[in-house]
């Protein structure tokens, strides 16, 4: 089934982590909307190469910088070069994410603030900038959490907690901002096809197996849910948490035996 249709030629989108998986999705899936948008990664490359994808797909601008989420500046002159070269954003994505394999004895402090940084602070200082920086009232933020807010998983605890954070900051953003017409949702994805989990698990094949569905989710369908949540079609939708794992998280098992 084709993608559904949207469109974003009058709206510009930030999106951070946006040179791979789910981000790059997203991006791609918003430039053939039309809508004018804004990346960043760490490493100038990968931006190079995902603003040159970019400018083939739509008819909107397309801006790219560095950005290091785990350095409070950068994410301050993230949102200030943004607005400087592409205007003050309509959406905002917050996807990119600190994680990895710790248990929680092996979980040090200086991993959990990276995690927290990233996948917590950084959002919450995007989304006050996003917010003070919009002169009429309308927009939309959607963070990207995970499934793992649903059903916990073992080894996960600084990335699980920030990103259960991440959901408590969303709900009340939703509340207070909704006399402004800002609207915040979060997606909360189960494991995506994307390479980083042939890399990081080798018990791929057992996740798989584990999945209700039989497959894992493919980053364009994640993407998919973020513009609908991000357009008119969800005007009334705000505070929500949506899962978009194939109903992963009903089974609540992680690897099948």
């Given at each position: 089934m084709p993608p559904v249709s949207y469109d974003f030629s009058d709206s510009s989108v930030l999106i951070t982590g946006g040179t791979q998986g789910i981000g790059l999705a997203v991006a791609e899936a918003f430039a053939r909307a039309g809508a004018s948008v804004a990346i960043c990664a760490r490493?100038?490359?990968?931006?190079?190469?995902?603003?040159?994808?970019?400018?083939?797909?739509g008819s909107g601008a397309v801006?790219?910088?560095?950005?290091?989420?785990?350095?409070?500046?950068?994410v301050g002159r993230?949102?200030?070069?943004?607005?400087?070269?592409?205007?003050?954003?309509?959406?905002?994505?917050?996807?990119?994410?600190?994680?990895?394999?710790?248990p929680f004895p092996e979980m040090d402090l200086e991993r959990w603030r990276w995690m927290s940084q990233v996948?917590?602070?950084a959002p919450f200082e995007l989304s006050r900038r996003f917010v003070l920086g919009r002169d009429e009232p309308g927009g939309a933020i959607v963070n990207v959490v995970t499934n793992q807010v649903i059903r916990h998983a073992r080894g996960r605890v600084g990335y699980g907690s920030s990103?259960?954070?991440?959901?408590?900051?969303?709900r009340t953003m939703a509340l207070e901002l909704a006399h402004r017409g800002i609207r915040v949702n979060a997606i909360a994805p189960g494991f995506v096809?994307?390479?980083?989990?042939?890399?990081?698990?080798?018990?791929?094949?057992?996740?798989?197996?584990?999945?209700?569905?039989?497959?894992?989710v493919t980053p364009d369908e994640v993407a998919q849910a973020i513009l609908f949540l991000s357009s008119e079609a969800a005007s009334a939708i705000s505070g929500v948490v949506l899962p978009v794992d194939g109903g992963h998280a009903l089974d609540g098992t992680w690897v099948r035996d």
């Amino acid at each position: 089934m084709p993608p559904v249709s949207y469109d974003f030629s009058d709206s510009s989108v930030l999106i951070t982590g946006g040179t791979q998986g789910i981000g790059l999705a997203v991006a791609e899936a918003f430039a053939r909307a039309g809508a004018s948008v804004a990346i960043c990664a760490r490493t100038e490359p990968d931006v190079v190469e995902a603003v040159a994808a970019l400018e083939e797909l739509g008819s909107g601008a397309v801006y790219g910088t560095t950005a290091d989420l785990a350095e409070p500046d950068d994410v301050g002159r993230l949102f200030d070069d943004v607005v400087e070269n592409l205007g003050a954003p309509d959406i905002l994505v917050n996807n990119a994410a600190a994680q990895g394999n710790f248990p929680f004895p092996e979980m040090d402090l200086e991993r959990w603030r990276w995690m927290s940084q990233v996948n917590l602070e950084a959002p919450f200082e995007l989304s006050r900038r996003f917010v003070l920086g919009r002169d009429e009232p309308g927009g939309a933020i959607v963070n990207v959490v995970t499934n793992q807010v649903i059903r916990h998983a073992r080894g996960r605890v600084g990335y699980g907690s920030s990103k259960v954070g991440l959901v408590g900051l969303t709900r009340t953003m939703a509340l207070e901002l909704a006399h402004r017409g800002i609207r915040v949702n979060a997606i909360a994805p189960g494991f995506v096809d994307v390479p980083r989990i042939y890399r990081e698990f080798d018990d791929v094949e057992d996740r798989l197996a584990a999945m209700p569905s039989g497959r894992f989710v493919t980053p364009d369908e994640v993407a998919q849910a973020i513009l609908f949540l991000s357009s008119e079609a969800a005007s009334a939708i705000s505070g929500v948490v949506l899962p978009v794992d194939g109903g992963h998280a009903l089974d609540g098992t992680w690897v099948r035996d």
